[in-house]
């Protein structure tokens, strides 16, 4: 429980990368986020979080509908979804539309202030050991990952939202055994401490407004 009586409130969407799959939950990124913006003195609370592994867009959506209790107004919302869309074989044209609503209703969370709203791209797996044991294509998946974020970074321009990317550092060490879990594919606390250190200035910013 948080202290300060005007301590921040934050909301963490999201799947398997904002629950954390294999971990912890101290190390999830969206609570190592808070811990740091804490420790430059931001009175944010720890985040409710509202993800599960597997779920797509719609299903994010869906949960939001019935999430018990009912999702009210943060300080502070974060987004991380889509890859489960991509792993189905969806298009991205489908996750043009679900991404939108899904943003739309981020914005209106955070009091319809889209300066406190923070999406991060979605991560890049077909680099990861997991995909190769597969026989995934890792050109096809980064292809069709690059199509899913260019929506989401169009559409966060659009409305004014702040898009972090993290996919670049998660191809640049998504194949490195201590970046990962022991599944070779969920990320591990030391490759989240990668994606706090890329997030960290953005949210810093964004609470400070």
């Known amino acids: ?11 963490a969407l ?5 629950i954390g799959e294999g971990i912890d939950s101290a190390d999830r990124w969206p609570v190592r986020l808070t811990l740091a913006l804490r420790g430059e003195g931001v009175p944010l609370e720890f985040p409710r979080t509202l993800a599960t592994t597997g779920w797509t867009t719609d299903e994010l959506s869906a949960a939001m509908d019935r999430a018990t209790p009912p999702l009210g107004v943060y300080d502070f919302v974060s987004l991380l979804v889509g890859v489960n869309n991509q792993y189905r074989g969806r298009s991205a044209a489908d996750y043009r539309g679900e991404f939108l609503g899904l943003l739309q209703r981020a914005i209106a969370l955070a009091g319809d202030r889209t300066a406190r709203v923070m999406v991060l791209s979605i991560p ?3 680099v990861t050991p997991f995909a190769e044991r597969n026989a995934r294509d890792a050109a096809t998946i980064a292809s069709e990952l690059d ?5 989401a970074a169009e559409l966060c321009e659009a409305h004014g939202v702040a898009f972090v990317d993290i996919t670049g550092i998660s ?8 970046m990962l879990v022991e599944d070779g594919l969920h990320p591990s606390a030391a490759m989240y401490g990668l994606w706090v250190r890329q997030a960290l200035p953005v949210a810093r910013g964004l609470l400070a407004a």
């Not at 429980?1 to 909301?11: E, G, R, S």
């Not at 999201?14 to 904002?18: F, I, P, V």
């Not at 191809?171 to 201590?178: A, L, N, T």
Request: proline share 6%.
């Open 124 to 126: 890049d797996w077909g």
């Open 147 to 151: 199509a899913y974020n260019a929506v």
């Open 171 to 178: 191809r640049e060490h998504g194949g490195d055994p201590s």
């Open 14 to 18: 999201g799947d398997s990368y904002t």
């Open 1 to 11: 429980m948080a202290t300060d009586p005007h301590a921040l409130t934050y909301l």
